[in-house]
């Protein structure tokens, strides 16, 4: 079972809508969940980060946890062309402090004008 | 802000070179991180450092190895190129402990081995 999964992807949707992008993860111990953006040729950036369960909002980005469910997810409103890059999911180790993270293998997104 | 700097945007090597890929950051990051790159594949890690001279190996370390003398500096060594390991490189740093994994990257080499 690969530690971070991602919906494949890739994902269109028209400009104005909400994106939603999900990830799971294997271990039930993990306390930390990023999603970075990496456009087409670019090195990943970091865009949100989330530690708690519930809901986290940064202008149109919102991250949403659950552990016990074990899924992260990104919501992108009033979608932006701009927006059209590929979204990773990472999460630390539980009981791990040496900060390794593990991707998820990223999902494609689309925004149409 | 952080800068993770990477010395070269495109190399293009030989078969059987050995290769040196070098990457300095400027926070004083005790983590930093060698990642390949490929289509479909995701982010791979290579190699890790969580203090000088440590290493720890990730996913794929076969056919690399890495150096760090100074906390700034973490270097990645193709003892001998193959046409495998064309790939995107990219380096990164954070710091240590729960709550500080935010990962930084530079802006990655494209490495073609020939």
């Known amino acids: 079972q690969k530690e971070v999964e991602q919906n494949s992807g890739p994902l269109s949707v028209p400009e104005g809508a909400i994106a939603s992008l999900n990830c799971t993860y294997s271990d039930r111990g993990s306390q930390s969940f990023f999603w970075y953006r990496q456009y087409s040729g670019k090195s990943p950036e970091l865009i949100m980060f989330?530690?708690?369960?519930g809901d986290k909002e940064d202008g149109r980005f919102t991250a949403q946890l659950n552990k016990a469910s074990q899924y992260v997810s990104l919501l992108i409103r009033d979608s932006q062309p701009s927006d059209s890059a590929t979204y990773l999911c990472a999460v630390n180790k539980g009981g791990s402090t040496l900060g390794r993270l593990y991707f998820g293998r990223g999902t494609q997104l689309t925004v149409w004008p | 802000d952080v800068k993770v700097t990477q010395s070269s945007r495109y190399l293009v090597k030989r078969t059987g070179e050995k290769v040196f890929l070098e990457c300095v950051q400027d926070?004083?990051?005790?983590?930093m991180f060698w990642y390949r790159q490929d289509p479909g594949l995701g982010l791979r890690l290579i190699y890790f450092?969580?203090?000088?001279?440590?290493?720890e190996k990730g996913d794929i370390p076969e056919g690399y190895s890495v150096s760090r003398e100074k906390k700034e500096r973490f270097s990645l060594i193709l003892e001998s190129a193959s046409t495998n390991q064309t790939s995107m490189y990219l380096c990164a740093s954070s710091l240590q402990g729960r709550y500080n994994e935010k990962l930084f990257f530079g802006s990655g080499t494209q490495l073609s081995v020939l």
């Open positions: 989330i530690y708690s369960n």
């Open positions: 450092s969580y203090d000088v001279k440590m290493k």
């Open positions: 926070m004083d990051h005790e983590n």
